[in-house]
């Protein structure tokens, strides 16, 4: 049996547990943190069917307190935040009532956003049961819905009231999200952990095949690495952006392919190889490095090339739209080499264009 983890989140008065285990969604104690007051389940549908029995019975709601999202990034929607805000509303979540979030990311940034505004902001709590929700988006405050001018543009930072990672929850998860979950995993190492970096790769066998103790190493490690970054930086305005290593790429790709062709963890693997490729090609990291970092994102099961259909002129096109481009010039997160990212303001566009049609 794994033993319980836990990583705070400190953050003074604001400071939260994360707590990452096996069934700790079925022992109602994760409820402590909400003890007696009024609440409200927000939930992936086909997590809900999946998972939602033990977390209903721990709240104690009836079916009336469940509103179920349906799965896919078109729910992170105005329209289904307007219908989430209706819902509470004839249920008359009081200002200390907290709404609890189960599901992945897209569950997590629409509750945590509806959390940040009903009422000007009540409490939530996080309950991650992608591996990517569980290393990155159920912690940190970032929430958001999307418009159809582009992703997240519309939000808040909210930080939950607590975090609960229950590894079972992850027994039915679909073997290319939990990839795509361990690409985040590995971007930690990547930016700021050599040491980390090398531990993902010695166990990415076991990380592929879900061994239980790996993942909560993992996760656990992660979510430490985030809590650190958010605690120094959490409306990034400074060194909060190395997490997007590989994401300027990734969202390009990502787009090209319709957010129908690839996962986003998927196209910030992606991502990462090409930010290391580009770090190599302008002399910052050695290029056996981005080599050691491409090998290590395959054998976490993850495509490292762009899709022979995208083209580097469109994917430069869709970078320079990216939000994270000022005026003209590509901000990127670039590399020195394993666990050493930095910001460069002024990448030249046509070191970007050799490495995307390389
Ligand atoms: N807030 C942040 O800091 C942050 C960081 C990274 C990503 N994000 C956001 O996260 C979202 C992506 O999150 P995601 O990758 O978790 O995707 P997701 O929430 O869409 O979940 C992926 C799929 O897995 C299914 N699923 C979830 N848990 C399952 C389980 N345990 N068993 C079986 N199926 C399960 C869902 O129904 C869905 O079909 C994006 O909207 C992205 O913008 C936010």
Same mark, same amino acid.
């Given at each position: ?108 940034? #629409? ?61 039915? #998860? ?45 996760? /656990? ?112 997160? #670039? ?17 970007? /264009? ?5």
């Amino acid at each position: 049996m794994t033993a319980t983890r836990e990583v705070l989140v400190d953050l003074g008065s604001r400071a939260y547990p994360i707590r990452i285990g096996r069934g700790l969604l079925v022992d109602p104690g994760w409820t402590g943190a909400i003890g007696s007051r009024p609440r409200l389940l927000l939930a992936d549908a086909t997590v809900d069917r999946l998972h939602g029995e033990p977390v209903r019975a721990a709240l104690g709601l009836s079916e009336g307190s469940v509103f179920a999202i349906e799965p896919g990034e078109a729910s992170k929607s105005a329209d289904t935040a307007a219908r989430a805000w209706a819902w509470i509303a004839e249920r008359r979540l009081p200002r200390d009532g907290v709404i609890v979030a189960l599901g992945g990311g897209v569950v997590g940034d #629409l509750a945590g956003f509806v959390a940040a505004t009903w009422m000007r902001g009540i409490d939530f709590v996080q309950l991650p049961t992608t591996l990517l929700a569980m290393v990155d988006s159920s912690v940190g405050g970032k929430t958001a819905i999307n418009l159809p001018a582009g992703k997240n543009l519309v939000g808040a930072f909210h930080q939950p009231l607590a975090v609960v990672a229950d590894l079972a929850t992850l027994d039915t #998860l679909p073997q290319r999200e939990l990839a795509a979950g361990l690409a985040e995993t590995l971007k930690y190492g990547a930016i700021v952990d050599p040491a980390f970096f090398a531990w993902v790769e010695d166990r990415a066998a076991a990380l592929v095949a879900r061994d239980d103790e790996a993942l909560a190493g993992a996760i /656990r490690a992660s979510c430490a690495h985030k809590a650190a970054i958010v605690a120094r930086d959490e409306r990034e305005t400074g060194d909060r952006a190395l997490l997007n290593f590989g994401h300027t790429f990734g969202h390009a790709i990502e787009a090209a392919g319709g957010f129908r062709d690839l996962l986003h963890g998927e196209a910030v693997a992606i991502g990462m190889v090409l930010a290391a490729r580009l770090s190599a090609r302008l002399g910052l990291a050695p290029e056996a490095d981005a080599a050691r970092l491409e090998t290590a994102l395959e054998r976490l099961g993850l495509p490292t090339r762009v899709p022979a259909t995208m083209s580097a002129e469109d994917l430069l096109e869709r970078m320079r739209l990216d939000k994270k481009g000022l005026s003209g010039r590509l901000r990127l997160v #670039l590399w020195r080499g394993i666990g050493r990212a930095e910001i460069a303001t002024d990448v030249p566009e046509a070191a970007i /264009r050799d490495v995307l049609s390389a």
